[in-house]
Every structure is written in C-alpha cells, then in structure tokens.
C-alpha cells in the first residue's frame, strides 16, 4: 500500500475559500456595528441584535445550503459554484453597505449580505473532506483553519491602515472596497487553480 501524504499545495489553495470567508467576517464585525452606531445613531442594544442576526442565519441556512450542495452536480463540482455565486453575491452587497443612506436600506443589505455568505459557508468547508482521504482530514483543516487565519490578519491590519476605529468616523466605503479587493483575488486563486472535480474523483 503506497504511503499517504497530505497534498499541502492542494489543500492550501482549497483553503483560499476559508480565507475569503474569514477575511469577510473580520471586516463584518469590524464595521457593522460601527456604521450602525455613528451613522445610524443606534444604541448599543440595538446594534447587538443586528450583530446576532448572522447567528440566526448560521442556524437555519447553513444545514440547508450544505445539503444542497450534497446534491449538486455540475461540471465545476459540487461546491464550486456555491463559492463562486455566494463570495459575487456577498461583495456586491457588502460595497452597497457602505454607501447605503438610511437604516431599512442598510438593513436590507445586510439581510441580503447574510444570505449571500450562508449559501457558501457550507459548501467551503465540505470541499476539503472531499479531496482529502479520511487519515489525512485533521492535518488538512489544520491548514483550513490557518488559511482562514491568514484571511482575518490581513484585514485586522487594513482595519489599521483605513483608521476604522476613528472616534465619529462614518464613511468605511474605501475600507470596504480595499476588503472586496481581497475577497475577489482569492476567489479567483481558488477558481483558477481548483480542480474540484479531478480532485475527489482522486481521492475516491
């Protein structure tokens, strides 16, 4: 029996899904609550409750978007396009919320951004089982989970860089841009170099 050894380059370009979810929830929880304090003039508890809503999301929508991905079939995989649609959906609304006027619009974004994430989140995480034997699938989330660390650094030092944490600060647009920058690079890393089908039929 040949010996097994975890492909790093592999699961390393997988993870550039983790990457873009971590680095989108970094910057989720960096400004959401404060756009909706100094612009929107929301109290605390409010903004709170806001913050909870993705939680409630998680609950309900990602057992649904994961299962449905189970059953997805396509020339691209079964996750494939899940992370495609879902990191294109969230951008574009992730950029409108930076610019939304007023609290039922931003509101609605949000929604919209939420539902978005919650597509993919699912089907991100499922691929690297998939391409990975069972020995090798705790060394292969190590790197998973490194890969999603890498992603939440990166944008802690934009948060730096763009002065978030500016006391009244109101406008996080350029901030928001430079994240869906990110976002989009390793999205195109992963759809350029993942061969999700070839892969698990690999693994199989």
Do not use: H
Not at 96 to 122: K, N, Q, V
Not at 129 to 141: A, C, I, M, Q
Not at 155 to 183: E, Q, R
């Amino acid at each position: 029996r040949p010996s097994m050894k975890l492909n790093y380059k592999r699961i390393i370009l997988v993870g550039f899904a983790f990457f873009l979810i971590s680095a989108f929830w970094q910057a989720y929880d960096t400004i959401v609550p404060l756009i909706l304090v100094n612009k929107f003039d929301m109290d605390q508890t409010g903004s709170g409750g806001i913050m909870a809503l993705d939680n409630v999301f998680a609950v309900i929508l990602l057992p649904i978007f994961g299962r449905l991905s189970d059953k997805t079939s396509t020339r691209y995989g079964r996750r494939t396009p899940y992370i495609l649609f879902g990191t294109l959906a969230a951008a574009v609304f992730f950029v409108l919320l930076g610019f939304a006027p007023s609290l039922p619009l931003f509101i609605a974004l949000l929604l919209g951004c939420l539902l978005a994430m919650a597509t993919f989140r699912s089907p991100a995480v499922a691929l690297m089982p998939d391409v990975t034997v069972k020995p090798l699938r705790s060394k292969g989330n190590a790197v998973i989970n490194l890969m999603g660390t890498a992603g939440g650094i990166i944008i802690l030092l934009f948060a730096t860089v763009f002065k978030t944490s500016t006391p009244g600060k109101t406008d996080f647009s350029a901030y928001i841009i430079a994240v869906v920058g990110v976002m989009l690079a390793a999205l195109v890393v992963f759809l350029l170099t993942v061969k999700e089908p070839k892969w698990a039929t690999e693994m199989e």
